[in-house]
């Protein structure tokens, strides 16, 4: 069985930095790329980064510059470094197996607040 647990998230305040993880089980990460996407507070489901079977990595241009996407092959583990953070940053981060946000397989998310 396939499964993506995230972690990492919490309360930050504006500024700050958080770093993301996502534990994968019943899957290599290496052999799909992988996303890290958001859920603001009444908002819809939002691509925020990738990183590709390759290694190479790409980011939405609001975080461009502030967010780093990496991946632990030893680990079997995603990281979404946070820095930086913004009020608009507040969402639920998930982790999700390549970049089909309807339909893709993704973990129960972490909470990401900033706030002064």
């Known amino acids: 069985e396939v499964q993506l647990v995230e972690s990492g998230g919490g309360l930050a305040q504006p500024g700050g930095s958080l770093k993301l993880s996502c534990a994968a089980s019943?899957?290599?990460?290496?052999?799909?790329?992988m996303s890290w996407v958001r859920q603001a507070p009444g908002g819809e489901l939002e691509w925020v980064a990738g990183?590709?079977?390759?290694?190479?990595?790409g980011y939405t241009n609001s975080v461009k510059g502030r967010f780093t996407i990496s991946r632990d092959d030893d680990k079997n583990t995603i990281f979404l470094q946070l820095n930086n953070l913004k009020p608009e940053d507040t969402a639920v981060y998930f982790c999700?197996?390549?970049?089909?946000?309807?339909?893709?397989?993704r973990g129960q998310g972490t909470q990401v607040t900033v706030s002064s």
């Open positions: 990183i590709y079977k390759s290694g190479s990595t």
């Open positions: 019943g899957f290599t990460v290496t052999s799909s790329a």
């Open positions: 999700l197996i390549g970049f089909d946000l309807r339909d893709g397989i």
